[in-house]
């Protein structure tokens, strides 16, 4: 019972937060703005971390800028649909009606496959 | 004597007893139990120290046990008669809160998204191994961490946004100030 109302506490929070987010996002420029969060991985040691740039990716999506988005952060363009697959197959009952979709995404291999791809995008990036 | 850990019927890790104290537990011949030394969860009858607590032998105090079959088959643990259903496996969650903290510069956050992630993996391995009471334990660890890692990430957010806003009355009460100061 408190678990149910907790969790129901939870999707309105993240539901109410989402739009506040986007709208952040749109209406200013990371690039430019000051008072978005810093990456602390970057001002530590000068090099840029897997998630580098996708607020200003994000900004450049909201203005239907897709070339830029990837130019800032290729790793969370690709991100978006994979996050928005995940969120469909475990809440919004795709999983259910397909439910071979998340052994293949989201089963062990997967998941190595993911981390592995984020660290080789992390070591990539400062390479080239 | 040995002190052993059992799987209650709700899937939760109960313990330590020592034999005699398993028996006043609500204990059956299929509940899983585990003590040092042994390679994974087994049951109870399968123990040769616990075996003596089934035989009805009123020397151990033991009440009357008898296995109920619905019950069993409710838990899922490996009776024969009940295919088990494989344990939440908090895969999708605990890769969405490795990625997402990516997206508001909060990266160190990540590593807790990898141990839930890591978990995870484990609940799939043991639950094709067989190994369910693993399986289950693995699964309630993934969720443990996933709640973790979003509480942090939900935290961190609104932390940001309130950050955010303060600036925002800083500098309207700076402009306001200096247009007052001006007229």
């Known amino acids: 019972m408190v678990k149910k109302i907790v969790k129901r506490g939870i999707v309105t929070l993240l539901l109410l937060l989402l739009p506040v987010v986007l709208f952040l996002f749109y209406s200013f420029d990371p690039a430019t703005d000051p008072f978005f969060p810093l ?48 969120v469909w197959l475990e809440w919004l009952g795709g999983g259910q009606h397909y439910p071979q979709l998340p052994r293949i995404f989201f089963g062990k291999w997967s998941a190595l496959v993911v981390l592995l791809f984020v660290l080789s995008f992390w070591i990539g990036r400062n390479i080239f | 004597m040995n002190r052993y850990f059992y799987i209650d019927t709700e899937g939760k890790q109960k313990g330590t007893f020592s034999p005699d104290e398993l028996g006043q537990e609500q204990i059956k011949k299929e509940t899983l139990v585990w003590t040092q030394g042994m390679e994974q969860w087994k049951r109870a009858d399968e123990v040769e120290e616990l075996a003596r607590l089934f035989t009805g032998d009123a020397a151990f105090g033991v009440r009357e046990q008898v296995p109920s079959y619905g019950q069993a088959q409710q838990i899922g643990y490996n009776t024969a008669t009940a295919a088990p259903q494989m344990p939440r496996s908090w895969m999708v969650e605990s890769i969405l809160v490795t990625i997402l903290p990516f997206m508001f510069c909060s990266s160190f956050f990540s590593l807790l998204g990898i141990i839930a992630i890591v978990y995870a993996a484990q609940v799939e391995s043991f639950f094709n191994r067989g190994d369910y009471a693993a399986a289950a334990e693995a699964s309630r660890a993934a969720g443990k961490w996933t709640r973790i890692a979003m509480w942090i990430a939900i935290g961190w957010v609104l932390l940001i946004i309130i950050t955010i806003i303060l600036l925002f009355v800083f500098v309207g009460s700076m402009a306001g100030l200096g247009e007052l100061l001006n007229s």
């Open chain 1, 39 to 86: 990456c602390p991985f970057r001002m530590a040691t000068g090099l840029e971390c897997p998630g580098c740039g996708s607020q200003r990716a994000i900004h450049s999506l909201l203005h239907f800028d897709l070339g830029s988005a990837l130019n800032y952060n290729l790793l969370m363009v690709l991100a978006l649909p994979y996050i928005l697959l995940g």
